[in-house]
């Protein structure tokens, strides 16, 4: 259930309203469905939203690592459509999920079913106040999520709250400091003759729904070291969207390639990786 009637102050409300903005875009079209051509809900409209997402973002397996987890109780926050659950769930983890939207909740429903699976619990929840007691999970994954939250400290503070110690966080957000990024920027701001804005101000307005938060490296440890953490790795990867992978021209990946290696490649990446354990 969403929760909003706790966020009572001043700076909720703002929250909360921009909460019901973050859900209602995901609500329309969870993440990554549009690729798909079949019926909604069919086994075919899941393979292809399945092949698309490991074929341009290959890093979720080597991270995730699902086959590694078996027998553990996994909390995946932010299912989105559900192509990750669903490996959580054949790699035989106790996979429990939430997301802020029925949408959401729903395909993973008919997903399962298409597959005949099972999964122990999924529900629509708000990840700034998760439903589950202290210490309840060996394993919390979040791929993409926390950073659309109008609370992201509130949020992995809740991830680490439901760990179990000794427990493990797998947790993906966006870089600031990324190809993808200054794209957004150079569109949005210094195109539109608005040189002043800030690349997060460009990720705030323009990507995906409102609100969208990126950090630089050195924000994400201040915030996670905030909690009861041990062994924090950070790491930013070069994605698929940095290197315009999406483009039919192959001058501008060239270009986008280019660039990407002057600034570090790794370095310049749009999806910035924490890991961490519970004290
Ligand atoms: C970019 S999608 C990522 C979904 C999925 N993890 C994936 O990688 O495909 C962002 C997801 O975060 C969910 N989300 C945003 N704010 C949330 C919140 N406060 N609590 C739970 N889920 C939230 C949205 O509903 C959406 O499904």
Known sequence: MIQ??????????????????????????SCGTFVASADKHTREFYEQVEAH??????????FAQFPRHYGKKLLEVGVGAGTDFLQWVRAGTKAHGIDLTEEGVAHVQHRLQVYGL??????????EHIPYDDNTFDL??????????????????????????????KIMIYHRHSLVAYRLWVHHALLAGKPWKSLSWAVWNFMESV??????????????ERNPIANLRIETILTHYDILGFQSSKVLQFLAKAFALCLGWHRAGWFMTLEFTKQ
């Open 53 to 62: 997402r490991y074929a341009v973002e290959p890093e979720i397996m080597t």
């Open 211 to 224: 609100g969208t938060k990126s950090y630089t490296r050195a924000e994400a440890r201040a915030m996670a």
């Open 4 to 29: 909003r009637a706790q966020l009572d102050d001043q700076t909720a409300l703002a929250g909360t309203e921009l909460k019901s903005a973050v859900h209602d875009y995901w609500n329309q079209e």
């Open 140 to 169: 919390v994954y979040s791929w993409g999520v926390i950073h659309h939250t109008a609370d992201t400290p509130r949020a992995l503070s809740e991830i680490v709250r439901v760990l179990k110690p000794g427990g493990t966080a």
């Open 118 to 127: 099972r999964a122990e619990e999924f529900k629509v929840a708000d990840c």
